[in-house]
């Protein structure tokens, strides 16, 4: 995207008008900083449920929109933000682009691989804006771990261990087989943090545990895939949700020939025989803020961004490849271009 000049139409005087589809969470951070910003002015809003969205646009002073389509579809948006369920981000993408608007995603960009090709390659026809969120990335966390990595020298393993018990499960969309999906394409940020550490997948074998429910839901999953790097280094990604599990855990850590690194959201420490070190993780705080930030840089200035597309569809090329080996109970080589 640096090589395309986006930032004609836009000024001090004339702020980036911008709108959001969802109401949820990821949405309301969104316009929390967008109310705040005399960069952007947030017209419109789209939602699933009528009152949650009318309520939503009373906080916030927005428009509600009858739909997401027709959202895409206003004259007067240069931004569309897509925060909402996962089943839904490739088409809205898609129809924003197509309706010559800027467009900003959460994380997955696509539950289908083919969606979310056509959907960089709309972009980059179109000489629009395609920023698929990705604040792990960011934060603190990640940003220490990557500092690190030097001090343990040659990595042969990791580990990334995410394990959250919820009693009862939610009877919510994060635990319904079609708007979440696979549980590591709706979960991409744990993949794409060892694609941004490691590089290049040859192979991938994943084993996947469901306890459903209902024919769509489900009250607990398990997903352990196990990932061949280029480079030798092999990693191991964990992560479970819902009612079967009754201890939680965040843990990444990483075995490097003259060290171990173990990591957890708040420290980390370097482990070399006798002699631990503590090291400092930043905070996880303002993430969206930050995100929502360099957006607004990058279209008023050119300011580069913190991803590119090129790596968040390989992240998810390779979640994808975790998916049909669960399914087929055999590895799945991947070809790297």
């Known amino acids: 995207m640096a090589n395309i000049d986006i930032r004609s139409g836009f000024s001090v005087n004339s702020p980036i008008r911008v709108g ?27 939602g699933h449920t009528p009152h949650k ?65 056509r959907a960089i390659a709309l972009a980059k026809q179109k000489q629009k804006l395609l920023h698929i969120e990705h604040i792990e990335l960011l934060g603190g ?10 001090l343990v020298g040659k990595v042969f393993y990791t580990r990334y261990i ?3 018990p919820q009693h009862p499960a939610p009877q919510r969309w994060t635990y319904q087989h079609s708007l979440f999906g696979f549980p590591l394409v709706g979960a991409i940020s744990r993949l794409h943090r060892f694609t941004d550490l490691f590089g290049e997948v040859t192979s991938v074998n994943c084993q996947t545990l469901f306890w ?29 949700k819902g009612e079967t599990f009754w201890q939680s855990e965040n843990v990444f850590t990483i075995y ?17 025989g006798e002699n631990k070190r503590t090291i400092e993780v930043g905070t996880r705080r303002g993430l969206f803020a930050k995100d929502t930030d360099m957006v607004l840089e990058y279209l008023l200035n050119g300011t580069p961004l913190y991803v590119n597309n090129a790596s968040s569809l390989y992240a998810l090329k390779v979640a994808d490849a975790a998916r049909r080996s669960s399914q087929t109970g055999q590895n799945v080589a991947l070809i790297n271009s």
């Open 20 to 46: 959001i589809v969802g109401t949820g969470f990821a949405a309301k951070l969104r316009a929390e900083m967008l109310q705040t910003d005399a960069r952007t002015h947030l017209v419109t809003v789209a």
């Open 53 to 117: 969205t009318e309520a939503f646009c009373q906080t916030f002073g927005a428009e509600a929109a009858v739909s997401w389509r027709k959202l895409v579809e206003r004259d007067d948006l240069d931004l569309v933000i897509v925060c909402t369920v996962n089943r839904d981000h490739g088409a809205i993408v898609l129809a924003a682009l197509e309706n010559d608007k800027h467009v900003v995603v959460e994380y997955p960009l696509s539950l289908d691989v083919s969606e979310g090709e």
């Open 141 to 150: 966390l990640h940003q220490a771990i990557k500092a690190s990595l030097p």
């Open 162 to 164: 995410t394990i959250t």
């Open 212 to 240: 459903d429910t209902q024919p769509d839901f489900y009250k607990a999953s398990l997903c352990n895939a196990q990932l061949h790097f280029a480079n030798g280094v092999v990693a191991e990604a964990v992560y479970g």
């Open 256 to 272: 490097g020939e003259d060290g171990t690194l173990v990591f957890t959201p708040e420290s980390g420490q370097l482990i070399q």
